[in-house]
């Protein structure tokens, strides 16, 4: 069958590092040697990410195998072996520590309708100018992308996170586009932040007059949570990791409860 394909399944993530020294940098490969290189392994969904790395100067590669031995096997033909003086790094990641980010699963074959990436989410603001500056200054997203003139604009944390769309509605979206999207505005959201540090979030929310819904709480699967909504009384949740319960009991039951809890104002 056409999707099939024979033997183990990769299930290991690994990434190539080269750090580019400057007396280096005569040897960089070009772009058709390096692209020819990543369409094999994206041919037989090996590849997951690639991109040039600026500060340092280098170039960071992505990628599944079965184990390091056929890790360093795929490796044999990559142009940036030709690099005399910089650094070559084979690093593998640790999924059971700091999670993958992607489908350790090999992709079936194209066109399966496999879904590839969380894009972006919508939410609802009346203004979206004193919304841009909002979600800039306060939450500290960066503006991705902006068109003046369809009045879109997508913001994140930064390249290659899951992107926020301030959407503002007009009355020309006729009905019932447009009464549907006002009603959506002022509820909570389901977005769910990650925080380092969640007393100093709250600190910064209280600086900049924001409300909180419901104050930091200790949750019994060891993190704490603090909800909180943007000038439009669109609601978020931001969590801060801890230590996990020792029973896994305790993680079974929190997941009811964790930080997806009904607000007290829901």
Do not use: C
């Amino acid at each position: 069958m056409g999707g099939h394909r024979a033997g183990r399944k990769p299930k290991r993530l690994y990434a190539r590092l080269v750090h580019i020294r400057e007396d280096d940098l005569d040897y960089v490969p070009g772009r058709a040697a390096m692209h020819a290189f990543l369409a094999g392994f994206d041919r037989v969904g090996r590849l997951v990410a690639h991109g040039e790395l600026t500060n340092p100067r280098g170039d960071l590669l992505v990628f599944r195998a079965e184990d390091r031995e056929q890790a360093d096997r795929l490796l044999r033909t990559d142009p940036m072996h030709a690099l005399p003086r910089s650094t070559y790094e084979l690093l593998e990641w640790k999924p059971d520590d700091i999670g993958t980010g992607v489908n350790l699963e090999p992709p079936p074959a194209r066109g399966a309708g496999r879904l590839t990436l969380l894009q972006r989410v919508a939410v609802v603001v009346s203004d979206q100018r004193r919304a841009i500056a909002w979600y800039r200054d306060v939450l500290g997203l960066t503006v991705l992308e902006q068109d003046p003139e369809t009045e879109f604009v997508e913001l994140a944390l930064g390249k290659g996170a899951a992107a926020v769309s301030l959407v503002a509605p007009r009355p020309e979206w006729g009905e019932p586009y447009y009464s549907e999207a006002r009603a959506r505005m002022g509820t909570p959201t389901g977005i769910i932040f990650q925080t380092d540090s969640v007393e100093a979030f709250e600190l910064r929310l209280r600086h900049a007059g924001a409300r909180i819904t419901q104050p930091i709480e200790n949750q019994p699967w060891g993190g704490r949570t603090l909800r909180f909504t943007d000038p439009d009384g669109n609601e978020f949740v931001a969590f801060e990791r801890g230590q996990p319960p020792r029973s896994s009991s305790a993680v079974t039951s929190a997941a009811t409860r964790g930080v997806l809890k009904p607000s007290p104002s829901a």
